[in-house]
Structures are given as structure tokens and as C-alpha cells.
């Protein structure tokens, strides 16, 4: 399964996107998305085409999306809002299934602790990827959304199996 992790942002929107095998998760490619333009509408749209031009490329079959926390400027939640209203609208646009996961959800899974800062999500995203060259900060954190999403998908897949073959087996 080839799974993209969306990083919203407004002038920068970071993706990922990795392998899941049986056994292994394997970095395929990583980048950023860059606004263009002055007026919000414009920036929304070149956010959109970049997107939809990174899974056209790279053909995920899942995406996960991180969420947005609030923060004091209610102006700038709500534009990171409208960025991330892109994450989540490009790939559903491109049918497929969007999950989303708080960020100290991601990174809890990714680096073991819920409270960890940026630059030890990277470390542990580049030591789970270690032949991947990341784009920068928001990659990295798209990254770490994509492992997040893999690591749920791999535990869910092994528990609908157990479940599938208990109720063959019968109690």
C-alpha cells in the first residue's frame, strides 16, 4: 500500500510518501508544496494544483492528514484551516480514503512521546527512513503523518486478519 501524509500550511504544505509491505515501510518521496500568489484565493489554488499534481504523479492508495491544532491568532488558525481543507479535499477528490490524526498522536507513534518538538520528529522520521533525502521541516512532518497512518493500517490489518481467522476457526 503507497500512503501520502499531508502537512498543511498555508505557504508551505509538506508531503510524504512511503511503501507499506509486510514487513517493512519504505520511503518513496517527500516535498513541499509552496503557495503562489498575493490573495488567499490564489494561494488556495496553487496549493491544489501542486497537490494534485504530486498524487497524479505518485499514485498513493491512502492519505493521512494531520490536524490542525488552535492556537491564540484566530485569523491565522482559520487561513491553516482553509489550507487544510485542500489536504483533505485534493486526495478525496482523487477517491481516496483521508484519515486524520492529531499531532501528538503523530507523534507519539513516530518518536514515542506525544509532547515531542520538530526537530526530534525529523531525527526519528530520518532514522526510520534512512535512505530518504527530506525536503525540510514540513516533509519531515509529512513524513512522520504518512508512518503514523502506516503503523495504524499495519495494526489494523493484522487485527481484521485475527478476527477473520477466529471466526473461521470458530470458538
Known sequence: MRVIGIDPGLRRTGWGIVDVGTSRISHVAN????STGEALAERLLSLHRALTAVLRQWR????AVEQTFVNKDAAGTLKLGQARAIALLVPAEAGLE???YAPNAVKKVVVGVGHADKQQVARMVAMQLPRAEI????????LAVALCHA???RFAGRLNGALERALETGP
Open 31 to 34: 516535498g513541499i508544496c509552496s
Open 135 to 142: 525536503a525540510g521541516p514540513d516533509a519531515a512532518d509529512a
Open 98 to 100: 483521508v484519515a486524520e
Open 60 to 63: 498513493p492508495q491512502a492519505a
Open 151 to 153: 503503523h495504524h493500517a
